[in-house]
């Protein structure tokens, strides 16, 4: 295919195009057949005639015409975004849910533009192609893709990256007891793959950055102990970037790979526009990586589902791999969902770098007030020497800041040399409100952040956002210090050094790791569930030397502090508790408040 003069196209989104305007008559799944299961009564609904107010019980079909029983008087109303001010907050349809609760069920029918898209929502007929078997315009959507994010090959996902992890692991561990090296920190999608695969992990302990206390990705050094200590792992699977959109160069790790033999498996779930302009990181696939996840609807313009697996090099079996994907993806997957893959590679295709100068104005006018509000500080980066300054932060400021870093707190070449600029990472520099308080804050003013923890709200910016998203933002922020009075002044050196100072105590449910250790000893996951007969509980401060019987998962973000069949430090313990103390919630465990742990007898 000639992918220069294909690109502007959209192959797979023209083919639901010419679908919809086919007018064909539908005798094939999906049942809602183009949306006419509900047209009739979203015409009602917006000509303002009285509507049915049971549809199950009072609507009787006779000799092709609908005759509606009663005719009672029922106010029923099309849903819309009618009242939306100018910060985009729909203050009608928040205020009317409240108000008339269950009432409003009664009365609710689909907006005119999820009728619209229902229209283009097909399954595998002719035009249309199948996803698992691609021979027209879905092969040419993925062949497009892959030239635009510089794969050999790429693959739609439409179950997230959680079904590129699970199909990566399911190729790579293509016998029983296969090892595979892993960062410590990683998403449950992973784990789950280990589970599937019957398949042992040796963990690798991640990095941590001694300024922020988050950590990273595990070093060069941390790879290739394991490599060597492991050569016949199956291949090495790391996560970048982590979720406050921090990283690392990736080419030295896959050279300890590559020279090994391994495949290096990335999760850039959150990096999916990665490479695609100047300001942005580098891309995994582009430092070498055989085989990445993308989840092009967090950081691109997909619906949610929306990812992408994009391949190179010759060490993946792609014969198995389409297999794997054929058994972890839905037979009747979303046209919707795929066409937005489709539109969203097209964009940066189109556009190119220019797709991310609104969104890159927007963050860099937020950083530039937030300079301006002293009691909030911003997470980045310190810049080599020789590299400009961070956007946002005066001359004066970024030279305190250099000056107040010891050389220890300062990134290391092997640790932290990365940042995503659309990820805005902010703290309370007076130590007032934590993480989680700071964001409930910010949601009371309409301001909706992607995660918080202990101490820092994470504000994600995108390629979507405006100077208006920031400005609204800064309102937000400067009302909350305001209503709090805890407007003085803290300079950026006082600040660095109380960040730096706490951050030798500061744990967050990122940061899953062990201390004193590299990598683990191989841990076994398998299907086969744990008999209760064979664990007791114990009170969590007793729990030390025990192996753990089930997995231990604070959340968000979902990542697996301890797994089944591990064992229990006192480093992991303590962790445990002070996450406990402080409020984090946990999935995978018997007992939610963490007062005991269902640990093995043995």
Known sequence: MDHKNKSSSAPLYEALLAYRDSKQRSFHVPGHKNGQAYRHLVEQAEAGQPPVKDIVNEEH???????????KNVNQKLERFSSVDEHGADLESVE???VEGAHSELELVPDRSFLEMMEMDVTEITGTDDLHHPEGVI????????DCFGAEESFFLVGGSTAGNLS??????????????????????????LMLAGARAVFLEPWVDPVSGLAVMPSVETVQAAVQSYPEAKGVLVTLPNYYGMGADLTPIAEVCHAAGMPLLVDEAHGAHYGQHPELPASALSCGADGVVQSTHKMLTAFT?????????PRLNRSLLRQRLAMV????????????????RRL?????????????????AFKRGLAELPRFQLLQQEPPAGIAKPAGMSVSAAQQTREGLTAAAKPSAAGYTAQDPFKAVIYDGAGVLSGYGLQQQLEACGCVPEMSDERYVVLLFSLGSTVQDAQHLLQALHHISSADGHEQVQSNTESSHQLAKGSAHYISTWNNLQENTRYSEPISFTLQPIVDTDTV??????????????????????IPLVYPGERLSPSMVARIQLLRDEGAKFHGVSDASLQVLKVMKN
Not at 139 to 146: I, S
Not at 185 to 191: D, L
Not at 329 to 344: E, F, G, H, K, T
């Open 61 to 71: 079909q006779h000799n092709g015409e609908i005759q509606n029983d009663g005719g």
């Open 96 to 98: 009317r849910l409240s």
């Open 139 to 146: 092969q040419e959507a993925q062949e497009l893709a892959a």
């Open 168 to 193: 990566l692991l399911l190729t790579v561990c293509d016998e029983p007891d296969s090892i595979v090296l892993v960062q410590r920190n990683v998403h449950k999608s992973v784990i789950h793959g």
């Open 305 to 313: 589902m929306g990812a992408m697996l994009h391949i190179q090099g």
């Open 329 to 344: 993806q839905s037979s009747s997957p979303s046209y919707p969902v795929m066409a937005s893959l489709d539109l969203a």
């Open 348 to 364: 940066l295709h189109v556009q190119g770098a220019n797709t991310f100068t609104a969104g890159l104005a927007a963050v860099n």
């Open 537 to 558: 509980n114990v009170p969590i401060e007793e729990s030390v030397g025990c192996r753990s019987a089930e997995m231990v998962v604070p959340y968000p973000p979902g």
